[in-house]
């Protein structure tokens, strides 16, 4: 009866140390929406159709619904192990034309996106 008591006494303690770890769980770079780059904005001018903008940037990630002459274009990239970095662009159209561009976030620098390794 003792040597049952010590065995299950062990077992319970060796389960209970086992989940206490000094490891942490795994994270990953959760990148969402459309990436973009200083490059492609520059390129962008006033007067250009929404068609041409759409095929230069791709399609919005956002189109407002009570306004669309409004497009967003939102990347916002959360780092496993650090902060949230986040950038975005707003194309404001008159007359199916480009009139505006609006940035937001820091786009010249360069973003590591995970390579699913």
């Given at each position: 009866m003792q040597?049952?008591?010590?065995?299950?006494?062990?077992?319970?303690?060796?389960?209970?140390?086992s989940g206490c770890s000094y490891f942490g769980v795994y994270?990953?770079?959760?990148?969402?929406?459309?990436?973009?780059e200083?490059?492609?904005?520059?390129?962008?001018q006033p007067g250009m159709s929404r068609s041409q903008v759409r095929q230069l940037m791709g399609s919005p990630l956002l189109e407002a619904p009570f306004d669309a002459d409004q497009w967003?274009?939102?990347?916002?990239?959360?780092?496993?192990y650090g902060g949230v970095e986040q950038r975005r662009v707003t194309l404001t159209f008159v007359n199916d034309?480009?009139?505006?561009?609006?940035?937001?976030?820091?786009?010249?620098g360069d973003i590591e996106l995970p390579t699913g390794e």
């Open positions: 040597k049952l008591i010590k065995t299950v006494t062990l077992s319970v303690a060796l389960t209970l140390v994270k990953r770079d959760l990148p969402q929406g459309n990436l973009v200083q490059s492609v904005v520059e390129r962008l967003d274009y939102v990347f916002r990239l959360d780092k496993a034309r480009l009139a505006d561009v609006t940035t937001q976030g820091d786009l010249s």
